[in-house]
Protein backbone atom coordinates (compact mmCIF):
# COMPACT_ATOMS: atom_id res chain seq x y z
CA UNK A 1 0.00 0.00 0.00
CA UNK A 2 1.31 3.35 -1.14
CA UNK A 3 1.78 5.56 2.03
CA UNK A 4 1.10 9.50 1.83
CA UNK A 5 3.07 12.31 3.05
CA UNK A 6 1.58 14.60 5.83
CA UNK A 7 3.06 17.71 3.27
CA UNK A 8 0.56 16.03 0.18
CA UNK A 9 -2.13 15.92 2.71
CA UNK A 10 -2.11 19.94 3.79
CA UNK A 11 -1.94 20.44 -0.17
CA UNK A 12 -5.29 20.41 -0.93
CA UNK A 13 -6.44 22.61 2.11
CA UNK A 14 -3.87 25.25 1.87
CA UNK A 15 -4.81 25.62 -1.57
CA UNK A 16 -8.34 25.96 -0.87
CA UNK A 17 -7.51 28.24 1.85
CA UNK A 18 -5.33 30.39 0.04
CA UNK A 19 -7.90 31.07 -2.88
CA UNK A 20 -10.52 31.55 -0.08
CA UNK A 21 -8.57 34.28 1.10
CA UNK A 22 -7.66 35.99 -2.20
CA UNK A 23 -11.03 36.49 -3.47
CA UNK A 24 -12.64 37.21 0.20
CA UNK A 25 -10.63 40.20 0.95
CA UNK A 26 -11.84 42.03 -2.28
CA UNK A 27 -15.48 40.83 -1.62
CA UNK A 28 -15.34 42.15 2.42
CA UNK A 29 -13.65 45.63 1.21
CA UNK A 30 -16.35 46.48 -1.31
CA UNK A 31 -19.38 45.34 1.21
CA UNK A 32 -17.45 46.32 4.04
CA UNK A 33 -15.69 49.28 3.39
CA UNK A 34 -15.88 50.54 6.92
CA UNK A 35 -14.49 47.45 8.40
CA UNK A 36 -10.78 47.98 7.50
CA UNK A 37 -9.77 45.69 10.22
CA UNK A 38 -11.51 42.74 8.40
CA UNK A 39 -9.62 43.74 5.30
CA UNK A 40 -6.37 43.42 6.87
CA UNK A 41 -7.29 39.84 8.81
CA UNK A 42 -8.10 38.10 5.26
CA UNK A 43 -4.94 39.69 3.23
CA UNK A 44 -2.68 38.48 6.50
CA UNK A 45 -4.32 35.05 6.16
CA UNK A 46 -4.13 34.96 2.31
CA UNK A 47 0.11 36.30 2.61
CA UNK A 48 0.30 33.13 5.42
CA UNK A 49 -1.69 30.45 3.59
CA UNK A 50 0.21 31.19 0.23
CA UNK A 51 3.87 31.41 2.19
CA UNK A 52 2.79 27.75 3.75
CA UNK A 53 1.45 26.18 0.60
CA UNK A 54 5.19 26.97 -1.10
CA UNK A 55 6.62 25.82 1.81
CA UNK A 56 4.97 22.52 1.48
CA UNK A 57 5.59 22.08 -2.23
CA UNK A 58 9.06 23.70 -2.10
CA UNK A 59 10.32 19.81 -2.78
CA UNK A 60 8.26 19.98 -6.34
CA UNK A 61 9.88 23.15 -7.26
CA UNK A 62 12.38 20.71 -9.52
CA UNK A 63 10.39 19.18 -11.32
CA UNK A 64 9.26 19.82 -15.15
CA UNK A 65 5.58 20.47 -14.30
CA UNK A 66 5.98 22.55 -11.34
CA UNK A 67 8.54 24.79 -13.90
CA UNK A 68 5.66 24.86 -16.10
CA UNK A 69 2.74 25.93 -13.58
CA UNK A 70 5.36 28.32 -11.75
CA UNK A 71 6.13 30.33 -15.13
CA UNK A 72 2.18 30.27 -15.44
CA UNK A 73 2.14 31.88 -11.87
CA UNK A 74 4.58 34.15 -12.93
CA UNK A 75 2.24 35.26 -15.59
CA UNK A 76 -0.86 36.03 -13.84
CA UNK A 77 0.97 37.93 -11.14
CA UNK A 78 2.20 39.72 -13.77
CA UNK A 79 -0.87 40.70 -15.44
CA UNK A 80 -2.11 40.73 -11.94
CA UNK A 81 0.04 43.59 -11.04
CA UNK A 82 -0.79 45.36 -14.53
CA UNK A 83 -4.57 45.32 -13.60
CA UNK A 84 -3.13 46.51 -9.95
CA UNK A 85 -1.34 49.45 -11.76
CA UNK A 86 -4.53 50.19 -13.49
CA UNK A 87 -6.79 49.82 -10.77
CA UNK A 88 -4.57 52.76 -8.79
CA UNK A 89 -4.33 55.31 -11.41
CA UNK A 90 -8.40 54.97 -12.07
CA UNK A 91 -8.24 55.78 -8.10
CA UNK A 92 -6.09 58.15 -8.09
CA UNK A 93 -7.45 59.89 -11.55
CA UNK A 94 -11.32 58.85 -11.95
CA UNK A 95 -13.18 59.64 -14.71
CA UNK A 96 -16.48 58.94 -14.67
CA UNK A 97 -19.30 59.02 -17.40
CA UNK A 98 -22.98 59.35 -16.98
CA UNK A 99 -25.59 57.59 -19.42
CA UNK A 100 -28.45 58.35 -17.93
CA UNK A 101 -31.06 60.86 -19.40
CA UNK A 102 -31.11 63.33 -17.11
CA UNK A 103 -27.69 62.79 -15.75
CA UNK A 104 -28.75 62.61 -12.65
CA UNK A 105 -26.10 60.62 -11.69
CA UNK A 106 -23.89 63.90 -12.18
CA UNK A 107 -23.92 66.83 -9.60
CA UNK A 108 -25.34 69.96 -10.21
CA UNK A 109 -23.49 73.53 -10.40
CA UNK A 110 -24.73 74.50 -7.21
CA UNK A 111 -23.58 71.52 -5.27
CA UNK A 112 -20.10 71.60 -6.99
CA UNK A 113 -19.78 75.41 -5.79
CA UNK A 114 -20.92 74.92 -2.65
CA UNK A 115 -18.30 71.49 -1.59
CA UNK A 116 -15.49 73.18 -3.49
CA UNK A 117 -15.78 75.94 -1.52
CA UNK A 118 -15.76 74.69 1.43
CA UNK A 119 -13.80 75.72 4.74
CA UNK A 120 -14.30 74.09 7.45
CA UNK A 121 -15.19 69.83 7.74
CA UNK A 122 -18.20 68.04 6.79
CA UNK A 123 -19.63 65.03 8.29
CA UNK A 124 -21.85 62.72 6.42
CA UNK A 125 -22.39 59.71 9.11
CA UNK A 126 -25.70 57.69 7.47
CA UNK A 127 -27.62 55.32 9.59
CA UNK A 128 -28.78 52.76 7.76
CA UNK A 129 -29.23 49.27 7.26
CA UNK A 130 -26.92 47.39 4.54
CA UNK A 131 -29.03 47.50 1.53
CA UNK A 132 -29.97 50.88 1.84
CA UNK A 133 -26.59 52.27 2.44
CA UNK A 134 -26.08 50.89 -1.36
CA UNK A 135 -28.75 53.40 -2.68
CA UNK A 136 -26.73 56.69 -1.66
CA UNK A 137 -23.36 55.53 -1.63
CA UNK A 138 -22.74 56.46 -5.44
CA UNK A 139 -24.20 60.11 -4.13
CA UNK A 140 -21.81 60.36 -0.78
CA UNK A 141 -18.55 59.21 -2.86
CA UNK A 142 -19.42 62.14 -5.39
CA UNK A 143 -19.72 64.36 -2.60
CA UNK A 144 -16.58 63.37 -0.85
CA UNK A 145 -14.61 63.39 -4.49
CA UNK A 146 -15.32 67.06 -4.62
CA UNK A 147 -13.31 68.35 -1.58
CA UNK A 148 -11.08 66.79 1.09
CA UNK A 149 -13.34 68.60 3.84
CA UNK A 150 -15.89 65.76 3.67
CA UNK A 151 -15.67 62.58 5.15
CA UNK A 152 -18.01 59.75 5.09
CA UNK A 153 -19.55 56.49 7.42
CA UNK A 154 -21.96 54.19 7.31
CA UNK A 155 -23.36 53.21 10.95
CA UNK A 156 -26.07 50.51 11.98
CA UNK A 157 -29.06 52.07 14.28
CA UNK A 158 -29.39 48.49 15.87
CA UNK A 159 -25.66 47.75 15.81
CA UNK A 160 -25.05 51.03 17.42
CA UNK A 161 -27.73 50.99 19.38
CA UNK A 162 -26.25 53.39 22.17
CA UNK A 163 -24.35 55.89 19.37
CA UNK A 164 -27.51 56.44 17.64
CA UNK A 165 -29.83 57.60 20.49
CA UNK A 166 -27.16 60.13 21.43
CA UNK A 167 -27.13 61.15 18.20
CA UNK A 168 -31.10 61.18 18.34
CA UNK A 169 -31.68 59.08 15.54
CA UNK A 170 -34.74 57.60 15.45
CA UNK A 171 -34.89 55.97 12.42
CA UNK A 172 -33.04 54.42 9.72
CA UNK A 173 -32.05 56.24 6.37
CA UNK A 174 -31.08 59.05 8.27
CA UNK A 175 -27.94 61.16 7.53
CA UNK A 176 -26.77 63.29 10.37
CA UNK A 177 -25.35 65.62 8.94
CA UNK A 178 -22.27 67.94 11.00
CA UNK A 179 -20.30 70.88 9.35
CA UNK A 180 -17.93 72.28 11.83
CA UNK A 181 -19.84 72.52 15.20
CA UNK A 182 -23.12 72.56 13.88
CA UNK A 183 -25.37 69.49 12.96
CA UNK A 184 -28.84 68.67 11.65
CA UNK A 185 -30.36 65.71 10.48
CA UNK A 186 -31.92 64.25 7.07
CA UNK A 187 -34.52 61.64 6.38
CA UNK A 188 -33.81 59.94 2.92
CA UNK A 189 -31.37 62.43 1.78
CA UNK A 190 -31.09 63.02 -1.57
CA UNK A 191 -28.78 65.30 -3.49
CA UNK A 192 -30.89 68.18 -3.26
CA UNK A 193 -31.52 67.88 0.80
CA UNK A 194 -27.80 67.46 1.63
CA UNK A 195 -26.43 70.17 -0.27
CA UNK A 196 -29.52 72.70 1.02
CA UNK A 197 -28.31 70.95 4.64
CA UNK A 198 -24.78 72.38 4.38
CA UNK A 199 -25.72 75.74 3.11
CA UNK A 200 -28.22 76.35 6.21
CA UNK A 201 -25.47 75.20 8.71
CA UNK A 202 -22.66 77.28 6.74
CA UNK A 203 -24.38 80.86 6.84
CA UNK A 204 -24.69 82.11 10.56
CA UNK A 205 -27.94 83.69 9.93
CA UNK A 206 -30.69 83.73 7.86
CA UNK A 207 -30.98 86.45 4.82
CA UNK A 208 -34.81 87.34 4.79
CA UNK A 209 -36.89 88.62 1.42
CA UNK A 210 -39.41 91.22 2.29
CA UNK A 211 -42.20 91.43 0.39
CA UNK A 212 -44.32 94.29 -0.32
CA UNK A 213 -48.54 93.80 0.11
CA UNK A 214 -51.55 95.62 0.22
CA UNK A 215 -50.73 97.04 -2.99
CA UNK A 216 -52.72 93.63 -4.59
CA UNK A 217 -49.01 92.03 -5.08
CA UNK A 218 -48.69 88.26 -5.69
CA UNK A 219 -49.13 85.92 -2.33
CA UNK A 220 -46.03 84.12 -1.15
CA UNK A 221 -48.48 82.09 0.59
CA UNK A 222 -50.74 81.56 -1.84
CA UNK A 223 -50.67 78.03 -3.82
CA UNK A 224 -53.44 79.26 -6.42
CA UNK A 225 -52.01 79.57 -10.13
CA UNK A 226 -50.48 82.52 -9.91
CA UNK A 227 -49.68 82.44 -6.01
CA UNK A 228 -46.10 82.34 -5.15
CA UNK A 229 -45.59 79.30 -2.68
CA UNK A 230 -43.64 77.36 -4.67
CA UNK A 231 -41.22 80.32 -5.10
CA UNK A 232 -40.98 80.71 -1.30
CA UNK A 233 -40.57 77.15 -0.83
CA UNK A 234 -37.67 77.43 -2.95
CA UNK A 235 -36.14 80.34 -1.19
CA UNK A 236 -36.61 78.13 2.11
CA UNK A 237 -34.79 75.25 0.90
CA UNK A 238 -31.73 77.73 0.36
CA UNK A 239 -32.10 78.95 3.86
CA UNK A 240 -34.08 82.40 2.81
CA UNK A 241 -36.30 83.31 5.16
CA UNK A 242 -39.72 84.86 3.21
CA UNK A 243 -42.27 87.29 5.42
CA UNK A 244 -44.46 90.17 3.91
CA UNK A 245 -44.65 93.58 4.75
CA UNK A 246 -47.07 96.89 5.15
CA UNK A 247 -44.77 100.10 4.07
CA UNK A 248 -48.09 101.85 5.70
CA UNK A 249 -48.30 100.36 8.88
CA UNK A 250 -44.64 99.63 9.28
CA UNK A 251 -43.77 103.30 8.69
CA UNK A 252 -40.54 101.55 7.45
CA UNK A 253 -38.67 99.17 5.68
CA UNK A 254 -37.10 96.46 8.65
CA UNK A 255 -33.55 96.32 9.58
CA UNK A 256 -33.94 93.22 9.53
CA UNK A 257 -34.84 92.85 5.85
CA UNK A 258 -32.07 91.46 3.55
CA UNK A 259 -34.43 91.81 0.20
CA UNK A 260 -36.96 93.73 -0.54
CA UNK A 261 -39.42 92.25 -3.20
CA UNK A 262 -42.34 93.83 -5.16
CA UNK A 263 -44.24 91.81 -7.00
CA UNK A 264 -47.01 92.53 -9.22
CA UNK A 265 -49.10 95.78 -7.62
CA UNK A 266 -52.14 96.59 -9.28
CA UNK A 267 -52.44 99.39 -6.38
CA UNK A 268 -51.03 102.70 -6.56
CA UNK A 269 -47.98 103.13 -3.83
CA UNK A 270 -48.70 106.54 -1.87
CA UNK A 271 -45.71 109.04 -2.15
CA UNK A 272 -44.27 108.26 1.01
CA UNK A 273 -44.21 104.58 0.13
CA UNK A 274 -42.38 105.54 -2.60
CA UNK A 275 -39.82 107.24 -0.75
CA UNK A 276 -39.38 104.89 1.51
CA UNK A 277 -38.39 102.45 -1.35
CA UNK A 278 -35.92 105.38 -2.44
CA UNK A 279 -34.51 105.61 0.05
CA UNK A 280 -33.72 102.09 0.71
CA UNK A 281 -32.48 101.54 -2.69
CA UNK A 282 -30.24 104.91 -2.20
CA UNK A 283 -28.23 103.09 1.43
CA UNK A 284 -27.32 100.36 -0.78
CA UNK A 285 -29.91 98.47 -0.35
CA UNK A 286 -31.33 95.18 -2.63
CA UNK A 287 -34.84 94.73 -4.32
CA UNK A 288 -36.58 92.54 -7.15
CA UNK A 289 -39.38 94.56 -8.80
CA UNK A 290 -41.79 92.15 -11.28
CA UNK A 291 -44.02 95.06 -12.60
CA UNK A 292 -47.17 93.77 -14.72
CA UNK A 293 -49.04 95.87 -17.71
CA UNK A 294 -52.63 96.72 -16.98
CA UNK A 295 -54.45 95.21 -20.31
CA UNK A 296 -57.47 96.07 -18.48
CA UNK A 297 -57.17 100.21 -17.66
CA UNK A 298 -56.79 103.14 -19.69
CA UNK A 299 -53.69 103.60 -17.99
CA UNK A 300 -51.02 100.78 -19.88
CA UNK A 301 -48.69 101.24 -16.84
CA UNK A 302 -49.89 99.20 -13.75
CA UNK A 303 -47.22 101.09 -11.49
CA UNK A 304 -46.02 104.46 -13.14
CA UNK A 305 -44.41 105.65 -9.53
CA UNK A 306 -42.51 102.87 -9.65
CA UNK A 307 -41.18 102.75 -12.99
CA UNK A 308 -40.65 106.13 -12.76
CA UNK A 309 -38.48 105.38 -9.31
CA UNK A 310 -36.27 102.72 -11.83
CA UNK A 311 -35.60 104.99 -14.29
CA UNK A 312 -32.96 107.06 -11.36
CA UNK A 313 -31.20 103.65 -11.97
CA UNK A 314 -31.02 103.30 -15.45
CA UNK A 315 -33.88 101.09 -16.25
CA UNK A 316 -36.63 102.51 -19.01
CA UNK A 317 -39.53 100.34 -19.08
CA UNK A 318 -41.28 100.22 -22.42
CA UNK A 319 -45.20 100.39 -22.14
CA UNK A 320 -45.66 97.46 -24.86
CA UNK A 321 -46.62 94.12 -24.23
CA UNK A 322 -43.98 91.40 -25.80
CA UNK A 323 -45.72 89.22 -28.77
CA UNK A 324 -43.76 86.79 -30.49
CA UNK A 325 -45.64 84.46 -33.00
CA UNK A 326 -42.34 81.68 -32.60
CA UNK A 327 -44.80 80.76 -29.51
CA UNK A 328 -47.49 79.53 -31.21
CA UNK A 329 -45.15 76.35 -32.49
CA UNK A 330 -45.28 75.43 -29.10
CA UNK A 331 -48.65 75.64 -28.62
CA UNK A 332 -48.66 78.68 -26.35
CA UNK A 333 -50.14 82.01 -27.08
CA UNK A 334 -48.40 84.56 -28.99
CA UNK A 335 -48.31 86.80 -25.51
CA UNK A 336 -46.44 84.49 -23.67
CA UNK A 337 -43.40 84.54 -25.46
CA UNK A 338 -40.48 82.17 -25.13
CA UNK A 339 -36.92 82.80 -24.08
CA UNK A 340 -34.24 81.78 -25.37
CA UNK A 341 -31.11 84.30 -24.74
CA UNK A 342 -29.70 84.27 -21.81
CA UNK A 343 -26.92 87.12 -20.59
CA UNK A 344 -23.44 85.36 -20.06
CA UNK A 345 -22.18 88.69 -18.79
CA UNK A 346 -23.98 87.98 -15.37
CA UNK A 347 -23.89 85.35 -12.70
CA UNK A 348 -27.82 85.25 -12.79
CA UNK A 349 -27.94 83.71 -16.29
CA UNK A 350 -24.34 82.99 -17.86
CA UNK A 351 -24.92 79.15 -16.45
CA UNK A 352 -28.48 78.71 -17.70
CA UNK A 353 -29.34 76.92 -21.16
CA UNK A 354 -32.40 75.77 -22.50
CA UNK A 355 -35.24 78.81 -22.17
CA UNK A 356 -37.72 80.70 -19.89
CA UNK A 357 -41.35 81.83 -20.49
CA UNK A 358 -42.35 85.23 -20.00
CA UNK A 359 -46.19 85.83 -19.71
CA UNK A 360 -47.74 88.89 -20.58
CA UNK A 361 -44.76 90.34 -20.22
CA UNK A 362 -43.52 93.89 -21.00
CA UNK A 363 -40.37 94.98 -22.13
CA UNK A 364 -37.36 97.21 -20.79
CA UNK A 365 -34.14 99.26 -22.23
CA UNK A 366 -31.32 100.03 -20.61
CA UNK A 367 -30.80 104.09 -20.13
CA UNK A 368 -28.88 106.22 -22.49
CA UNK A 369 -25.65 107.54 -20.29
CA UNK A 370 -25.83 106.09 -16.85
CA UNK A 371 -24.12 107.72 -13.99
CA UNK A 372 -20.63 106.81 -13.38
CA UNK A 373 -20.17 103.72 -11.07
CA UNK A 374 -23.74 102.38 -11.94
CA UNK A 375 -23.62 99.55 -14.46
CA UNK A 376 -27.24 97.87 -15.85
CA UNK A 377 -26.97 94.80 -17.35
CA UNK A 378 -29.54 92.75 -19.60
CA UNK A 379 -30.37 89.18 -18.14
CA UNK A 380 -33.01 87.89 -20.74
CA UNK A 381 -33.63 88.46 -24.19
CA UNK A 382 -36.14 87.66 -26.96
CA UNK A 383 -36.46 86.03 -30.38
CA UNK A 384 -35.91 88.15 -33.36
CA UNK A 385 -39.48 87.67 -34.09
CA UNK A 386 -40.50 89.00 -31.45
CA UNK A 387 -41.87 92.35 -31.33
CA UNK A 388 -43.31 95.21 -28.59
CA UNK A 389 -47.58 95.55 -29.29
CA UNK A 390 -49.23 99.24 -28.37
CA UNK A 391 -51.99 98.59 -29.23
CA UNK A 392 -53.44 96.84 -26.19
CA UNK A 393 -56.89 97.15 -27.90
CA UNK A 394 -55.95 95.86 -30.55
CA UNK A 395 -54.40 92.48 -29.42
CA UNK A 396 -57.49 91.91 -27.23
CA UNK A 397 -59.99 91.59 -30.82
CA UNK A 398 -57.08 89.09 -32.05
CA UNK A 399 -55.92 91.50 -34.83
CA UNK A 400 -53.00 93.01 -33.57
CA UNK A 401 -49.95 93.03 -35.94
CA UNK A 402 -45.96 94.31 -36.01
CA UNK A 403 -46.78 98.03 -36.95
CA UNK A 404 -43.31 99.77 -38.05
CA UNK A 405 -42.70 103.17 -36.60
CA UNK A 406 -45.17 102.51 -33.75
CA UNK A 407 -44.43 98.64 -32.06
CA UNK A 408 -41.01 98.03 -30.55
CA UNK A 409 -39.26 95.29 -33.51
CA UNK A 410 -37.34 92.32 -31.60
CA UNK A 411 -34.76 91.13 -29.79
CA UNK A 412 -36.28 92.56 -26.79
CA UNK A 413 -34.91 93.13 -23.14
CA UNK A 414 -37.70 90.94 -20.96
CA UNK A 415 -35.61 91.55 -17.56
CA UNK A 416 -32.49 93.32 -16.41
CA UNK A 417 -30.29 93.90 -13.47
CA UNK A 418 -28.68 97.21 -12.01
CA UNK A 419 -25.70 98.11 -9.60
CA UNK A 420 -24.32 100.72 -8.49
CA UNK A 421 -24.40 103.69 -5.88
CA UNK A 422 -27.25 106.28 -6.10
CA UNK A 423 -26.50 109.95 -7.45
CA UNK A 424 -26.11 111.33 -3.81
CA UNK A 425 -23.68 109.09 -2.76
CA UNK A 426 -21.29 108.69 -6.09
CA UNK A 427 -17.45 108.16 -4.85
CA UNK A 428 -18.64 107.32 -1.70
CA UNK A 429 -17.50 104.22 0.80
CA UNK A 430 -20.84 102.57 0.91
CA UNK A 431 -22.79 99.44 -0.01
CA UNK A 432 -23.49 98.79 -3.69
CA UNK A 433 -27.29 99.33 -4.27
CA UNK A 434 -28.53 95.80 -6.41
CA UNK A 435 -31.74 95.89 -8.79
CA UNK A 436 -33.26 93.25 -10.61
CA UNK A 437 -36.68 93.80 -12.26
CA UNK A 438 -38.62 91.67 -14.55
CA UNK A 439 -41.39 92.34 -17.21
CA UNK A 440 -44.23 90.01 -15.17
CA UNK A 441 -44.90 88.67 -12.00
CA UNK A 442 -45.96 85.59 -13.54
CA UNK A 443 -42.07 84.60 -14.11
CA UNK A 444 -42.51 82.73 -10.91
CA UNK A 445 -45.90 82.24 -10.05
CA UNK A 446 -47.08 78.73 -9.25
CA UNK A 447 -48.70 78.35 -12.68
CA UNK A 448 -45.65 78.81 -14.91
CA UNK A 449 -42.70 77.51 -12.55
CA UNK A 450 -42.31 74.36 -14.31
CA UNK A 451 -42.01 76.09 -16.90
CA UNK A 452 -37.95 75.61 -18.62
CA UNK A 453 -35.65 77.83 -16.34
CA UNK A 454 -38.52 80.20 -14.62
CA UNK A 455 -37.53 78.97 -11.00
CA UNK A 456 -33.87 79.36 -11.35
CA UNK A 457 -34.22 82.69 -12.93
CA UNK A 458 -35.74 84.10 -9.85
CA UNK A 459 -33.75 82.06 -6.92
CA UNK A 460 -30.77 83.06 -8.68
CA UNK A 461 -31.75 86.62 -8.83
CA UNK A 462 -32.65 86.69 -5.00
CA UNK A 463 -28.69 84.78 -4.59
CA UNK A 464 -27.50 87.35 -6.91
CA UNK A 465 -29.30 90.31 -4.88
CA UNK A 466 -27.88 88.91 -1.72
CA UNK A 467 -24.59 88.77 -3.12
CA UNK A 468 -24.49 84.92 -2.50
CA UNK A 469 -22.90 84.03 -5.60
CA UNK A 470 -22.07 80.27 -4.30
CA UNK A 471 -25.73 79.40 -4.85
CA UNK A 472 -26.02 81.07 -8.10
CA UNK A 473 -26.89 77.90 -10.69
CA UNK A 474 -28.88 75.67 -11.55
CA UNK A 475 -31.11 73.14 -9.26
CA UNK A 476 -30.71 69.42 -9.21
CA UNK A 477 -32.47 67.41 -11.57
CA UNK A 478 -35.42 65.37 -11.03
CA UNK A 479 -34.65 61.39 -11.94
CA UNK A 480 -36.76 60.50 -14.97
CA UNK A 481 -37.52 56.56 -16.06
CA UNK A 482 -34.67 55.06 -17.54
CA UNK A 483 -35.94 51.21 -18.33
CA UNK A 484 -35.28 50.28 -21.53
CA UNK A 485 -37.95 48.13 -23.41
CA UNK A 486 -36.70 45.11 -24.79
CA UNK A 487 -38.88 43.15 -27.02
CA UNK A 488 -38.98 38.55 -26.57
CA UNK A 489 -36.59 38.15 -29.43
CA UNK A 490 -34.18 41.16 -27.63
CA UNK A 491 -34.17 39.54 -24.55
CA UNK A 492 -33.75 36.14 -25.50
CA UNK A 493 -30.73 37.20 -27.66
CA UNK A 494 -29.02 38.55 -24.58
CA UNK A 495 -29.63 35.49 -22.53
CA UNK A 496 -28.60 33.67 -24.93
CA UNK A 497 -25.51 35.55 -24.80
CA UNK A 498 -24.76 35.90 -20.68
CA UNK A 499 -25.77 32.61 -20.10
CA UNK A 500 -24.07 30.10 -22.93
CA UNK A 501 -22.53 31.85 -25.43
CA UNK A 502 -19.83 33.60 -23.36
CA UNK A 503 -19.29 31.46 -20.58
CA UNK A 504 -19.26 28.32 -23.57
CA UNK A 505 -16.39 30.21 -25.13
CA UNK A 506 -14.96 30.90 -21.63
CA UNK A 507 -15.13 27.09 -21.33
CA UNK A 508 -13.99 25.75 -24.89
CA UNK A 509 -10.79 27.99 -24.63
CA UNK A 510 -9.94 26.90 -21.08
CA UNK A 511 -9.81 22.96 -22.59
CA UNK A 512 -8.06 24.03 -25.89
CA UNK A 513 -5.40 25.57 -23.32
CA UNK A 514 -5.43 22.33 -21.24
CA UNK A 515 -4.78 19.59 -24.20
CA UNK A 516 -2.28 21.72 -25.65
CA UNK A 517 -0.29 22.10 -22.18
CA UNK A 518 -1.14 18.11 -21.72
CA UNK A 519 0.85 17.40 -25.07
CA UNK A 520 3.84 19.76 -24.13
Known amino acids: MKSVSPKSNLTPALSAATLLFFFAG ?14 WVLATLFIASLGGLVWNLRGNFNRRTT ?12 VVAMLGVINFIAVKYPKKI ?21 TVPVKLIYWAKMEEREKVRPLFENLKSLSTKVEVEYLDTVKEITRAKQAGIRQDSTLQLTVGTRDTKIEVPNEEKITNGVIKLLKNSSPLLCAVSEHGEKDFDSNAADGYELAKQTLI ?31 AFFEPEVKLVR ?25 PELTKLLTEWGIES ?5 VDPVSQVMRLEATVPIIPTFSK ?33 WLTQTTPNAWGETNIAGLTKGTATFEKGKDLQGPLYTALAAEGNSASSVGAEKKKTRIVVFGTSLIAANQWTRFGNNLDLFANSVSWLLEDESLISIRTKDEAGGTIQLSAIQGGLIRLLTVMVIPGIMCLTGILVWLRRKKL
Open 26 to 39: PIVHTAFPERAWAT
Open 67 to 78: LFGLNSATIVLL
Open 98 to 118: DLTKNQVNTLSDQTKKVFHGL
Open 237 to 267: KQSYGVKKINLIADGKIPASCSVLAIIGPTK
Open 279 to 303: DYLANGGAAVFALDLDLKGENIDAS
Open 318 to 322: DQALV
Open 345 to 377: EVSITKDMQGNTVFPLTRSFRIGQNPRPGLKVQ
